[in-house]
């Protein structure tokens, strides 16, 4: 097998970048931890990686609004960088803090019907940080990251993880246009008002992806449900389940090794 790479993206206040670093190397890849600002001064270290990560956290203490700093950093310095490599049919994941990155940095849900600025990630309706875990069902086939069939429990931990909508447009293109890729729900597959939606974002979105489906950003934390022992009733479970978080790293390893 050749070898595949990942890069995970550090800046002040992210803190689940050698989770990430680790359930990358499980699925498979070669991963490494890049500052930003070692980045923005050597942009060409992307190229050598088939998949770039923004991984969760509190870049920039939140301040201004939670990933609005390092997004402004992505948006005018690096974002033909990630189109390229998006458009080279590589992957971007963004998860919690990162997947706040990617839509306000415009990368998501990067639709040409879509205009910038149309869909966002705001404060929990219960005015307060909440973590819980959450059952995700898949709402397209289009992303290479997810099983469409397979629901999946994962825990998430944020305090602005409200995705919303400009208008009603917006929100039905996104239907139509297979960008959601996960809505929260409960045990059973229904959706549902908090505790089940755990933000009251619009339509129950957990995560979206973009027009390719190589792009993906979720609130849960996959990174967090990489082993057995990490679920919450795991001595009930079976001995040989696989982990509902490795799945979508997994995904992201065979799609490289198979398309890249
Ligand atoms: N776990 C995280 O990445 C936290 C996300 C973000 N800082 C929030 O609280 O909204």
Redesign the pocket.
């Known amino acids: 097998m050749s070898k595949i790479k990942g890069l995970v993206l550090r800046a002040a ?4 970048d050698v989770e990430t670093q680790y359930a990358l190397e499980l699925a498979g890849f070669e991963a490494e931890r890049v500052h930003i600002n070692e980045l923005l001064k050597n942009k060409s270290i992307l190229e050598e990686n088939q998949i770039l990560v923004f ?5 920039y203490g ?1 301040d201004v609004a ?2 609005r700093i390092l997004a402004n950093q992505i948006e005018h310095h690096l974002f033909e960088k990630v189109e390229e490599f998006v458009g080279a049919g590589k992957l971007v994941l963004g ?6 990155v990617l839509v306000k940095s415009g990368l998501l849900p990067a639709s040409p019907q879509i205009g910038c600025r149309s869909v966002s ?1 705001t ?2 309706d219960i005015p307060q ?1 909440y ?1 819980n875990w959450v059952y995700l069902q898949p709402g397209t086939e289009k992303c290479v990251f997810i099983n469409p069939e397979q629901r999946i429990y994962l825990p ?6 409200k995705v919303v909508t400009k208008d009603a447009r917006t929100l039905s293109t996104l239907q139509k246009d297979g960008h959601i890729a996960f809505r929260y729900v409960d045990k059973d597959g229904k959706t549902g008002d908090y505790p089940i939606n755990p933000n009251g974002a619009v339509d129950s979105i957990a995560g979206l992806t973009d027009s390719t489906g190589r792009v993906l950003g979720l ?1 849960p ?1 996959p990174e967090r449900f990489i082993r057995r022992i990490q679920h919450p009733q795991w001595t009930r479970l079976p001995e040989d389940i696989e982990a509902d978080g490795m799945t979508i790293f997994k995904n992201a390893a065979e799609y490289v090794q198979n398309n890249l």
């Open positions: 206040g992210i803190n689940c991984p969760g956290g509190f870049s939140d939670a990933g998860i919690c803090n990162g997947f706040q990630i404060h929990n940080f973590d998430m931990a944020h305090g602005e993880g609130m934390h």
